[in-house]
């Protein structure tokens, strides 16, 4: 077997898919009738270790679009005002193009055919994306239309939290209370909550991919296998 070089590409860790956080802020919790008014993503990469780790955050404040409900109860959260002279809001699908140009060029260096989407609580990131794609009219969303990594779940089976300020604090990461609810920040703590799990579960993964490769009808990953666990006992 050829042996293993080099940190793997997320093609080979995620079926093809590329797992990319998304936060956003809004004007309340229906995303067919309220406003986007913040979004972030970050990248995720292998570092050269081998280990998941936080890529480069990109974020926006948008312009709530014509017709947009905005509750005040959602703004007195987020603190969000969106008629400020001095905000750098952007249209919906300025703010999206933008975003899914860096997902597509990471996708291709990956060589994944898909974006996730990764979020703490994820159904609703998802759903605010989906409906300001559909209003902005875009036809090539790099994003799988329902499938996504929801770090709520994943941190509460891993670390027994849910909440993202204790998820965050648990995972040794600090959480700062006064820059929570913006897009970024929220994103950003995802991202380190998503690598923390993974890591987590590297050896796992790997000894999956080893048993992948004996048994037949499985989606062969390319290139070169990968060795097992190091911290898996030896042969007898």
Request: include cysteine.
């Amino acid at each position: 077997m050829e042996a293993f070089t080099g940190p793997p590409l997320m093609s080979r860790r995620f079926r093809a898919f590329l797992p990319v956080v998304i936060d956003v802020e809004t004007g309340g919790f229906n995303c067919a009738t309220d406003a986007l008014l913040e979004i972030a993503a970050v990248m995720i990469q292998f570092g050269p270790d081998g280990r998941l780790q936080r890529g480069e955050s990109h974020s926006y404040h948008v312009r709530p679009y014509v017709g947009s409900n905005i509750e005040a109860a959602s703004l007195a959260v987020n603190g969000i005002d969106p008629w400020h002279p001095l905000r750098p809001a952007i249209p919906e699908k300025d703010a999206l193009g933008r975003i899914f140009t860096e997902v597509r060029a990471a996708m291709k260096a990956q060589d994944c055919k898909r974006a996730v989407l990764v979020g703490h609580n994820a159904a609703f990131d998802l759903g605010f994306l989906n409906a300001a794609v559909a209003r902005a009219e875009i036809k090539r969303n790099p994003f799988h239309p329902f499938s996504c990594f929801d770090t709520a779940t994943l941190a509460g089976a891993a670390f027994g939290q849910t909440v993202l300020a204790k998820a965050t604090q648990v995972c040794g990461f600090e959480w700062d209370s006064s820059a929570a609810h913006s897009a970024r920040y929220d994103a950003e703590r995802t991202a380190d909550i998503f690598c923390e799990v993974c890591n987590e579960l590297d050896g796992s993964w790997r000894r999956a991919e080893i048993r992948a490769q004996t048994l037949r009808g499985l989606d062969q990953p390319e290139g070169p296998p990968f060795p097992p666990d190091p911290a898996a006992p030896g042969p007898e």
